[in-house]
Structure formats: C-alpha cells, structure tokens
C-alpha cells in the first residue's frame, strides 16, 4: 500500500470488502460485495450509482463511521476482504486508530448541514473538532484556524457569530464543509456534497478541492450525481449497482460504450451516451 511518494501510504486502499448492516443484533444482507479500487495521491475517485446500491455504505466504511446511535441506529459489519484509509486498516479498527484516522480523514456525510447543532454558533461548529481533541487548545489559534476554513468556503465572517437556523441550506452546507476541513485531512470522503444545493456549493467544492489537491499527500473519494463536478475535478468514476462496481475508469471510457446494463441506463440519464 506504498504510494509514489516513498514511505506514504496509498491514501484510500479498498480489497474484496464486503459490509453488512446489523441493526438491533440481526445482520441483514450484503450492502457491499467484493468492491475492489484503489485512490493514488493527487487523485479524485467519484462514486456514482442509484439510491441504495451501496455509496454512502462505503463512504461511512471509510470514513470510520460504522456505528450511528440514537433513532435509526446501525452498525456496520465489515464481513469480508479490508479497508484502508491513510494506512489504518479498517476492519479490525480500535478506537486509538479511529482517532488517527478521524484526525487526517474529512468527512461530510450527506445530510451534514441537517447534523449541525442548532444551538452552537458557526464559530462553535467548525472549532468543536479541535477542542474534541486538545481542549486546552489555545482559542486564539481555534480562531484563526475557523476563520481561514470559512474564508476557504466562501462565507462571511459576520456569520461566524450566526446560528444554523439562520443560515440558508446553502450556507449551512459550506459550514458543514468548513467543520470538516478545520483539522487539515490528507484524505475527504464526500457524500453528495452538491446535491439540492444552489451552483455556489458546487462551484465551493470544486475550488476547494483543487486547492486541497495542491498538496500532493491529498486524496478524494466524491460521492456524487454530478458528473460535470467529476469533470472539473478531472476524477475517475466507479459505478457502484447493488453493493458491487460495475465500471471504473475515466468517465468517457465508461460511459462511451456501457456493457453492464445498469451503466447503460446510467449513461442514458445522464444524457453522456
């Protein structure tokens, strides 16, 4: 799993990984099966496929997410092959190494401007990943640190002292993404980032990223409907149809002559065919 750049590993590394759902102590069927690819330093790998064919199951894997608690509540039983995210193997994570991982890994899942605490300014909001680590953290530097991501994103700084409730979705969903910068990750997992949201966002997250990309260490997996994002991003695509890839590559060698039915009807829809 050595990159390029020497002792580095590959960011985003995934073997023959299979996932189940276990909710309340049953384990339900297979959300993924044998999904093979790896994400090279530099690079930005899209995941495209229909709603329940397993993209957010492999977001959350690899963003060390595989318990949610409260209504709805799941764990993720990662139940064959492995995972692995900035060299922290994810199938036998302990909570020392899901710390590592959390740490270099950005995550935004997709409903992230829906998860802001209500009653936490902006300030609060993207400065808690900081204080959940050192809580002696000196707060100017907290400061300067969520300012700069802010800026990163496109907000004001006058909504820095703002509540979600007053922000509009597009607004809340650059400070979702500003959390999610704040700690400086080598890797983003991105759950439909754009999705429902005006152009600015999209045109946020491709700026960001291509800034993120400068630095040669950063990896991207984007979970994402938007092709024309993907090719901003100059990303490779993997199609993902109930838990198992069934293309990969450049998107016009995927889409230029579909063989699997699915990416027919996919390339089709999205009008690339």
């Known amino acids: 799993m050595k990159s390029q750049l020497g002792s580095a590993p590959t960011p985003i590394v995934v073997r023959d990984l299979a996932a189940q759902y276990r909710t309340k102590g049953r384990v339900g069927g297979y959300a993924l099966r044998g999904v093979d690819f790896e994400v090279q330093a530099g690079a930005v790998l899209g995941v495209l496929g229909e709603s329940g064919g397993g993209k957010s199951t492999l977001a959350r ?123 400086g990750p080598n890797v983003l997992i991105a759950d439909e980032p754009t999705a429902g949201i005006d152009v600015t966002v999209r045109d946020t997250v491709v700026r960001v990223i291509t800034q993120l990309r400068q630095d040669p260490r950063f990896a991207a997996l984007v979970v994402t409907h938007d092709v024309a994002v993907l090719r901003q991003l100059g990303a490779k695509v993997a199609v993902l149809h109930d838990g198992v890839i069934v293309a990969y590559g450049e998107i016009d060698e995927v889409f230029r002559a579909p063989e699997h039915p699915y990416v027919v009807k996919l390339a089709r829809a999205l009008e690339l065919k």
């Open 61 to 183: 894997i690899l963003a060390g997410e595989l318990t949610r608690k409260g209504a709805g509540g799941y764990d993720i039983r990662i139940s064959g092959g492995d995972a692995h995210v900035g060299g922290v193997a994810l199938r036998t994570i302990s909570q020392g190494k899901r710390n590592r991982l959390t740490f270099h890994t950005a995550y935004l899942p997709q409903d992230a401007n829906d998860r802001l605490e209500r009653t936490s300014t902006v300030a609060e909001l993207i400065q808690q990943p900081i204080f959940a680590r050192d809580k002696r953290f000196d707060p100017d530097a907290a400061q300067s640190r969520a300012l700069a991501v802010l800026d990163a994103v496109g907000l004001p700084l006058a909504v820095m002292d703002k509540y979600p409730y007053e922000l509009s979705d597009g607004q809340r969903q650059r400070v979702a993404f500003a959390r999610s910068l704040v700690l």
